[in-house]
């Protein structure tokens, strides 16, 4: 079977680039999926043979890591991409009923596209954003401290055509585009939006409101005490490396 | 003399003008202690980290200078440095602002950390799901080889070193340092055999170096004020200061900066209290994979051995804080179903056993089944901590083991009402005073 | 041969309160082997990398042998040994068993309970350690996880997913040991499981050691799936025929039929894995043309004879046909190829013999007499330990699977592969070897190249030929010199399993058996004696090539032919034209091939797993075999010559053989020895003609694909469905210069002196001039249908 491709000489030669960054080409496979996605729209068996072609592995190998990662998608992704974080801390604080709300608005089920192709709904993990649940993600931008309504308001504008703005970014841009920034190519965006969210400065802003700092470099004088740090790394949660293998005994 | 409660370091410029840009950064002294480092012979920036008593930032609190001694320098090979970015644990959420706000003071530190270790290539692994913070790290590497900072021959120091943005692609396991090498070589992300660690063989099997954003991001300021300054602040083994990620029902959820050792109570304080009108009721010290506690441990210090002693874990001080309408059974649940869609599949453990403890746990918060299922749980949990291929097995089991041995009453009340007492719109942001449970 | 290791101190463990040594190194799930503990496993295997992944094989481990407990369970198949460690395995403490019965209720909880269906029931891992290692009950009242089932990996091998408990002992197989990398572990978590890329089957060499290997039944072959149960099997050891690595295979039958093939477990030679062909082309011997009984010609048509009858007949056309000579091909067990040889001697009175059903010359037949015969100088062990080993003439992909996979292994331990070949082949690929461009006929120069020190081909070299190399004039001149002048060691490796065993037995105009020259008085005399005759025939013989041009010239009339197609011959039509010119033909056979339909006498005989033989390797190494089945009027080849030969006495034409069973032949063979006395020389003769290479013609390269048209592969569609397909390769040049900037796919159409095929071409890193195809993948085969042997063909686009 064979699909219509998007793949072009041009691709390639992007595909190349991005497995010449590294000092073996492997390494490029996560970019390089990712650039497939932003010309084909999802990782398509043509996408995934170039992949193979280029590394020179098969394209066995290169499924493997294809289905092995959740932003990797198999069937075409609208426009947007809108992730609703129902992880615990967002669900508890709405995402639940953010998402509930967008299903029945959209007329979608979790990892389906509305009717005019515009909107790819799914729930997602946690996206390291809770201090600003609940947390929605538009083509993997921040759309922070959201209500069902406001999740219903930004969905209506991007299917209306208007500009909406990631609360902490730029203009959103299709998904496409996003997934060739993730491929190592840059947009130009990155002076968009503020250094930082208001949750992200509430600490800050105490501390500046108390005069509160850390010590000043002269105020300060002594050093670890190399005992702790022994005893340190006896307490130190290394269970993963321990969970295989006993640890040396130096 | 007294440490303030708190300790704007890292944090310090993100109220800056364009904080993200190398100009502003280099106007708050930023690229200093590069400058410093580079005139300072490899081994003594080491020593340096060491004396700092900087223990990692991502959770495992392993020292970080030790972990940088380990690079075998007679080893032929090169030597890399491999940044973990892909901040995931759910409740974490410091490394991402960091990177946003001052993906200068990251880069900055790879530089420093880089040249310690010897290695002439760095990688800087990012969760894909962030794509503004992928464009900030992208934008500040760029400016830095612009700058002579990256490249060949850094201000003429001689020293070269390159330097790689690498963006993930979604699998909370490749936090796992293994597990992230094995997506940064291009392969799915399952965790390695240990040993060889990545000490010794790493990123192509080569010796690696793998620390957090935070982490590596710490070093320019010992670097600066030295290790004496940076083990003044925290407690008797943990040293310095970290970032403490308040969030959930409380008034004003966000990043506060403080040394190791700071209260919850304290925290709570600062941050306005619980939101209006609610009381604390459970919460994770470090993410979801450090074990739950209570309101009776919120004057536990925070710091590695505090939170230990009250059986849990410092983890990444992602405080999860939930009130008395956030129902325990489902925050565990969606936890655990968390893990099961996560999990790597390696191991059986882990794969088997999250599929199994999810049908429990759910089962259970629908009300069905009886007290047998909690011991059973339990013992399903008991057969997966410690026996799985890597620790994300063993987090899964945090949330069940902690919520049953505080909590046992609410999952029997489950079976008692025939389903979940709770009113889940009276724990959003957005439920009326009226609907509140 | 191979050094011993210098013996290493031991290391000391306690294991459940015994103490055993064990070397450095080893893995705890190993050590406890020693003491007689099983502790139950499935990813574990001791031929793959340890990966830790089922956590079945979890032991307490109280004391690291630093007097510190391990916290935690270990998987004891990770975990090497130390001095002064304290194991506890299930056997001993209550945290293993648990652990270990944890995780066995976890693999369980998704497995079906379709173990009376399936085709692993009786043999399986999982349910012999769910008896012996599991809780008697099930805990689980959830749903278990399902998939459609099952799907298809290749034509032949099938994958039911919800019996997989990802061991991922498949996939670490096809990446580590064969190279193949065409399924791997897809998705994640719960659904993990075995995959294909779309559009790209799991269509490797070796796919079926996958299936032996997987410790559930998630694992079957098309060709044995829902066919018998375990326990009604019956197990035969033997030895796999379709090549000259001598694998060692275990045959399953039932009720006189074998019903599937496995690997042998020797380490030696093919340690736990075969081929796919190894594995399950054994259905050729079971194809409707089986020929069951005797026949002879009578009005020109073949009628069913009784033994007796057959044997009159075709020792009185023989006796009456005159000067007669002997062919056999390369199936004959090395007892068969004795009994030819010494048939022809004695009751042919001739050295017109030979086995080499394929090109030859006379430089291989020195060759073979003076250097391969009685040499046993190099086993796969020292392929492992060699620093450097050139292949020439040899793909041992296609041509010696087990060669290769032993040298896949040893390449990734440090050994340099070198291959004289026109093209980098995907096998070479996989040995991570060095290509030394080499246009067909120009060998020898190439092998001189290799005398330069850059090569590394040293005393501790080995220097493998194919039986190809004899269509190259002066190759294994060349190769002998190399060897000389190198110290490197030099192995002859023929395609088919009998060769080598032919070699040894006399099946060639200038060798008697046991090495003795023809040549050579005293060993004609030492032959005589030993076979309590005056004399053996002392005229050098004629070699194949010779035997036919002589039967069409009328030289030579009478014609024994065993296992021969004339396809595979340097000229099929001659040689089809010598069968038909032969006054009187005797035609062995297992099936009526078209040989057999223009013999006058046809006799049948045993495929090999109904009598007992032996297959010499490559090595030099014998394997014999015993029947798996005793089947009356089933025969083995030398029972059949004895019974010509006792009525050829009759008529006063040579002397009983003086064996009827193989046993005999194998005591006679016994008792007449290695020939012990001088060895002749190689004689670089002259350089045949050949047809002169048109303009602008290609040089062709080929050799036979491990899975093509060969008739023994007959019988399995499935495995057939997985053979490569039959491509031309041409270079990027010649490429460019037929197709421009086509795009897509292409086809060419090759004319060589014996005809022209059309096949689809690609593009690989052949020398200028040079094409490649495949020898026996299309119509006929190369030698029938397209270009006499070191010929030339023209090559053209094709629409």
Known sequence: MSHPTQLTSETYAELRAIAARYPEARSGLLPMLHL??????????????????????????????????????????????????????????????????????????????????????????????????????????????????????????????????????????????????????????????????????????????????????????????????????????????????????? | MSIDVLTPVLTDNWDQ????????????????????????????????????????????????????????????????????????????????????????????????SSYAIRANHAFIYIRGEVLHVVRRVQRAVQEAYLAGHLGKNINGSGYDLDVVVHAGAGAYICGEETALLE??????????????????????????????????????????????????????????????????????????????????????????????????????????STPLLTPEHLDVPLDFEGVGAAGSMLGTRALQLFDETTCVVRAVLRWTEFYKHESCGKCTPCREGTWWLVQTLARLEKGQGSEDDLDLLLDQCENILGRSFCALGDGATSPISSSIKYFRDEYLAHLTTGGCPFDPAASTTFATTGASA | ????????????????????????????????EQIGVQVPRFCDHPLLAPVGACRQCLVDIPDAGNGKPIPKPQASCTLPVAEGMVVETQVTSKVADKAQQGVMEFLLINHPLDCPVCDKGGECPLQNQAMSNGRGETRF????????????????????????????????????????PFIEMVERGAQQQVGIAPDAPFLSYFSGNTIQICPVGALTSAEYRFRSRPFDLVSTAGVAEHDACGAAIRVDHRRGKVMRRLAGNDPEVNEEWISDKDRFAFH???????????????????????WPEAFAVAARGLHAAGPSAVLTGGRVTA?????????????????????????????????????????????????????????????????????????????????????????????????????????????????????????????????????????????????????????????WVPRRAGDRGAVEAGCLPTLLPGGRPVADASARIDAATSWGLESVPEKTGRDGDAIVAALVKGDLSGLVIGGVDPDDTSDP????????????????????????????????????????????????????????????????????????????????????????????????????????????????????KRPRAKAGAHALASWKLLLDRGSMQDGDANLAATARPAVARINQAAYDALFGLHDGPASVVLTGDRGSVTLPVEVADLPDAVVWVPANSFGRGVLADLASPGGSVTVKGAK
Not at chain 1, 54 to 62: F, K, N, Q, Y
Not at chain 2, 247 to 271: C, F, K, M, N, W
């Open chain 3, 141 to 180: 009242e959830g749903v278990k996880r399902t998939f459609p089932k099952p799907i298809n990996l290749s034509p032949q091998v099938l994958l039911d997913r919800e019996r997989c408990i990802v061991c991922q002992r498949c996939t670490r197989f096809t990446d580590e040991i064969a190279g193949d």
């Open chain 3, 284 to 306: 050729y011997a079971r194809q409707d043309d089986r020929i069951t009984h005797p026949m002879i010609r009578e009005d020109g048509e073949l009628r069913p004879a009784s």
């Open chain 2, 183 to 288: 997506g940064l070589e291009g392969r799915r992300g399952q965790p390695r055999l240990r040993p060889p660690f990545p000490a010794v063989a790493g990123l192509y099997a080569s010796p690696t170096v793998i620390n957090n954003v935070e982490s590596i991001a710490s070093v320019p300021s010992i670097i600066r004020n030295g290790a004496g300054w940076f083990s003044s602040m925290g407690t008797e083994k943990s040293k310095g200061y970290g970032i403490f990620s308040l969030s959930g029902h409380v008034t004003r959820p966000g990043q506060y900066e403080a040394p190791l050792g700071i209260t919850l109570r304290q925290l709570i304080d600062l941050a306005g209290g619980m939101r209006e009108g609610h009381e604390l009721k459970f919460w994770t010290p470090g993410g979801s």
């Open chain 1, 36 to 250: 497939v996605q932003s010309v084909e729209g999802r990782v398509t068996p043509e996408g995934i043979e170039a992949c193979a072609e280029v590394l020179g592995i098969s394209a066995a190998e290169v499924s493997g890591v294809a289905t092995f990662y959740t932003m990797y998608k198999r069937k075409p992704v609208g426009d947007y991409l809108v992730g609703v974080c129902t992880n615990t801390l967002c669900a508890v604080m709405g995402g639940d009923q953010i998402f509930e709300r967008l299903k029945e608005h959209l007329d979608v089920g979790n990892d389906e596209t509305s009717e005019d192709g515009k909107i790819t709904l799914e729930h997602i993990e946690c996206n390291a954003a809770c201090d600003y649940a609940p947390v929605m993600m538009v083509n993997w931008e921040f759309m922070d401290n959201q209500t069902p309504e406001s999740a219903v308001r930004t969905v209506d504008d991007l299917r209306a055509g208007k500009d909406v703005h990631s609360t902490r970014g730029p203009r959103l841009c299709t998904w496409k585009q996003a997934e060739r920034v993730l491929a190592g190519f840059p947009d130009d965006l990155a002076d968009e939006g503020p250094s930082a969210g208001p949750a992200s400065l509430v600490g800050l802003g105490i501390a500046r409101e108390k005069g509160w700092s850390a010590p000043s470099t002269e105020a300060s004088g002594r050093t670890g005490d190399p005992d702790s740090l022994t005893e340190a790394v006896e307490d130190a949660d290394t269970s993963r490396a321990e969970s295989e293998t006993k640890v040396d005994d130096k």
């Open chain 3, 573 to 688: 039509a001659a040689t089809r034209a010598a069968i038909e010119a032969a006054g009187f033909v005797v035609s062995l056979e297992q099936r009526l091939t078209e040989v057999a339909a223009l013999a006058d006498v046809v006799l049948p005989v045993a495929p090999v797993d109904e009598k007992a033989g032996t297959f010499v390797t490559w090595e030099g190494r014998p394997r014999p075999f015993e029947g798996v089945f005793t089947k009356p009027g089933s025969l083995p080849d030398l029972r059949l010559l004895a019974g010509i030969a006792d009525e050829l006495a009759v008529l006063g034409q040579g002397s009983p053989l003086g064996f009827r069973t193989v046993a005999e032949v194998r005591a006679e063979m016994a008792a007449m020895g290695p020939w012990d006395g001088e060895r002749p020389e190689l004689v670089l003769g002259k350089e045949p």
């Open chain 3, 1 to 32: 041969m191979t050094t011993t290791p210098e013996k290493t101190a031991l290391v000391n463990v306690t294991i459940d309160g015994v103490q055993v040594s064990v070397p450095p190194n080893t893995l705890v799930i190993r050590a406890a």
């Open chain 3, 335 to 491: 007892e068969d190829a004795y009994a030819y040889a010494k048939f022809a001697r004695v009751s042919l009175g001739t050295n017109d013999i030979d086995f080499r059903a394929r090109p030859h010359s006379a430089e291989e037949a020195d060759f073979l007499a003076s250097f391969v015969a009685l040499n046993a100088d190099v086993s796969y062990a020292d392929l492992e330990a060699a620093p450097v080993v050139v292949l020439a003439g040899l793909e041992p992909e296609d041509e010696a699977a087990t060669i290769f996979l032993r040298l896949r292994k040893a390449s990734k331990r440090g050994t340099q592969v070198v291959a004289l070949a026109p093209y980098s082949t995907r096998g070479l690929g996989k040995m991570n070897g060095r290509l030394v461009p080499t246009v067909p006929g120009e060998e020898a120069a190439a092998l001189g190249s290799l005398k330069d020190a850059e090569f590394g081909v040293t005393k501790d070299a080995v220097i493998l030929v194919g039986e190809r190399l004899a269509q190259s004039h002066g190759a294994l001149t060349a190769a002998l010199e190399l060897a000389r002048t190198t110290g490197a060691r030099l192995a």
């Open chain 2, 17 to 112: 003008d364009r904080s993200w840009t190398l100009a502003a950064y280099e106007e708050q002294g930023g690229y200093a202690a590069m400058k410093t480092a580079l005139g300072t012979a490899p081994d003594d920036i080491i020593t340096a980290v060491k004396d700092s008593g900087l223990r990692g930032r991502g959770g495992a609190g392993f020292p970080t200078g030790m972990k940088w001694g380990f690079i075998p320098q007679d080893n032929p090979k090169p030597k890399y440095l491999v940044v973990n970015a892909d901040e995931s644990e759910p409740g974490t959420c410091k490394d991402i602002p960091l990177m946003m706000a001052s993906p200068h003071t990251l880069v900055e530190g790879v530089i420093i």
